[in-house]
């Protein structure tokens, strides 16, 4: 019995999804173009020989009113993608998981070396530098942003 209660539950707010959704696009003529909060720059991949796992940056913009985390990532390209942190605890570092990053109201967050890095592992075809790779960057307000990264060589390798 619960189990119908949670499907039927389930049903519902998928009809009220699909009616709100039907509501906002029926309004997008008057909205503006770019409807997204949150925008990317300087996305580029540091690509490490013999697969090794890589590390992308990217610069995330919030015009927004509301902070939005980011809140997953995902790729066709890489069978893992994680947003991991480097911690340095006097001479050593270590890198650890982060669940989300926030990107605050009119303001902006940098994933950068000796920071925020998303760790790339799994590459799913041959990725070198001069590619472009993919990645879905997924907020906690519901939109997923599709962002092209340029592969760059780690640096002192050309
Ligand atoms: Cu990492």
Redesign the pocket.
Known sequence: MSIRHSLLASHVRAATFAALLATVVSGAPAMAADAHAVTARNAWVRWLPNNL?A?GYVTLANDGDKPVDLVGISSDDYGSAML?QTVSNGSTQK?VMVDKLTVPAHGSVAIAPGGY?L?LEDASHKIMPGSTVHLKLKFSDGETLDTAFAVKPPAGVQ
Do not use: L
């Open positions: 796992p590390a991991h890198m890095h760790m």
